[in-house]
């Protein structure tokens, strides 16, 4: 993979002596794509569930998504350890896709958005070098590399011609590990929830998103000055929506997602929200999951599942089948959303206790 890599690295050469800025852009979104094929072939990165476990690396990843009740599975995940062939990075993201073409939109952003990341990075990596008045810190790079990468994917997503995304999108949830730090990006209503261990020595959750639902005091805010409406059908209690301002329609229950034109002009965005941790040794695991399971497991109970099954390999599947159960249990009648986990490790393996049992 080296000759990869030093395509990348002359991105950022070229760019300190190239003006043709359009086209070192292309150049470097072509080197980073085809760095994703090259990771692909050598199992360096999994779109399905599985672990991801690299020799010398200090990542362990737990990967499940299961199907609901609704149709097609439009839930879908990605890991890629050694992201852009750094040995200290790894990307990792769940897509919750909505509407009748949702599971090939979000099919469409795993797969468009770690090179395009990787691509702005490399550019404002080298912008920064350039700039002695704008140095910026590493999370500071990240924030406007994702800022740039979620804004030109979405630009694209309305100019496709594989689907129809006027009425269809997706949540994007991602986190980028560069050595200690995370940096982590929303756009939606799924979650990453971190396990860190407390002054007593017990496992406590910190959640680290916000789930971007419509009933959100900024978010409504922003939604009503833009003329979109949110109120719950009277059949949904208390599940918030986006409507246009003359119709009952689409009823998003998430306040920023790819895609979803119809409702773009009326204060749904697909801006993310950026933030950053740096890991300590008392940090354990990161949890992304989509609202499949926020909406009937709680952090406390996500992070005890997690950390009591007894293989790490198999969490995200024992996080995702107590999630099936507690929709049985809690939502009678109403069929199971998908379902998607990913359970991130961040330091080698310590013995668990056996899991519970959670019925």
Known sequence: MGHLSCMLNGLARSLSIKRGRNRSSCDGREAAEAMAKEAKKNDLILCRSGIVNVDGSNNFASVFSKRGQKGVNQDCCIVWEGFG????MLFCGVFDGHGAWGHLVAKTVRQSMPPSLLCNWQETLAQSSLDDKKQLDPFNIWK?????????????????????????????????????????????DSRAVLATTSDDGSLVPLQLTLDFKPNL??????IVECHGRVFCLEDEPGVHR????????????????FGDYCVKDYGL??????THRNISSRDQFVVLATDGVWDVISNE?????????????KSAKRLVECAVRAWKRKRRGIAIDDISAICLFFHPSSSSPQLPNLK
């Open 269 to 274: 965005i697909s801006v993310p929200e950026v």
């Open 85 to 88: 062939c750094q040995e200290d």
């Open 144 to 188: 406007h590399s994702y800022l740039k990468t979620c804004a030109a994917i979405d630009e694209e997503l309305a100019h496709s011609r594989k689907f129809d995304s006027f009425n269809s999108g997706t949540t994007a949830l991602s986190i980028v590990r560069q050595g200690e730090l995370i940096v982590i990006a929303n756009v939606g």
């Open 242 to 257: 986006v409507w246009l301002p003359d119709e009952e329609s689409p009823g998003l229950a998430m306040s920023r997602a």
């Open 217 to 222: 005091p900024q978010e409504a805010d922003r």
């Open 301 to 313: 109970e996500a992070v005890d599942i997690v950390s009591c099954t007894a293989e790490r390999g």
